[in-house]
């Protein structure tokens, strides 16, 4: 259970969080400063730092769910359930609440347009991109008690992590572009129903050029 010391830290933490993000899609990442935060959560710049390491950290609050999303998905995965099963329910359900794990939610355009404008947050999410398919791989090589000089965890982690980044990428530009976000829904399930049944079935007919006669 969690202690009333416990909640209040994690409200607190919360509502420095919400009020940073609130700046950051207002104004942009790189014109608000962590002072600036600080006053308007009412606490002080080291209050912020106790919670949060960097600036960084403020705007990619969520970053450690994010990071362990995929390899959590597998570790909780049903019985009988593959690894891009589990991936692709969990997608799917994801896509059919708007909830935030996959970046399919309302707001995604306006955090993905902040995130292109500063460079430092860009170089941080390559990092948690990269966390999260290093996370996937060693979760899918405990699963399968691989061998440490298997790559084929490794190579399943990229592609299951390529699938997510490429539909989550599309949803963002063309929510920036304006376009209704029900008709953006509707093709990603389209389009994420064939990205995953390549996972499923590979890529191998992929691109197969006909054979000539003779």
């Not at 416990?6 to 933490?13: C, F, G, I, L, N």
């Not at 570790?75 to 969990?90: F, I, N, Y």
């Not at 292109?116 to 399968?144: I, K, P, V």
């Amino acid at each position: 259970m969690e202690g009333l010391r416990e909640r209040k830290k994690r409200e607190t933490r919360q509502r420095i969080a919400d009020i940073a993000m609130g700046l950051f899609l207002q104004r942009g990442f790189d014109d608000v400063t962590v002072a600036e935060v600080a006053r308007a959560a009412d606490v002080s710049v080291n209050t912020v730092f106790n919670y949060f390491h960097t600036k960084e950290d403020l705007f990619l609050d969520r970053s450690e769910d994010v990071e362990n999303l995929l390899a959590r998905v597998i570790l909780d995965r049903r019985p009988g359930e593959s690894a891009v099963g589990a991936v692709r329910r969990d997608f799917f359900e994801s896509l059919r609440d708007g909830d935030w794990r996959y970046g399919m939610h309302e707001g995604a355009d306006l955090f993905t347009r902040r995130v292109r404008e500063s460079a430092a947050l860009q170089a941080r999410l390559s990092l948690m991109t990269r966390r999260r398919e290093e996370l996937l791989a060693e979760a899918l090589a405990d699963e399968t008690d691989a061998d440490p000089d298997d790559v084929t965890p490794w190579l399943v982690a990229a592609q299951i992590c390529s699938v997510v980044t490429t539909l989550t990428r599309h949803f963002a530009v063309r929510r920036m572009a304006g376009e209704d976000g029900d008709r953006i829904v509707s093709d990603i399930r389209a389009q994420a129903e064939i990205a995953f049944d390549l996972l499923e079935h590979g890529v191998g007919d992929y691109a197969l050029r006909p054979a000539t006669d003779g």
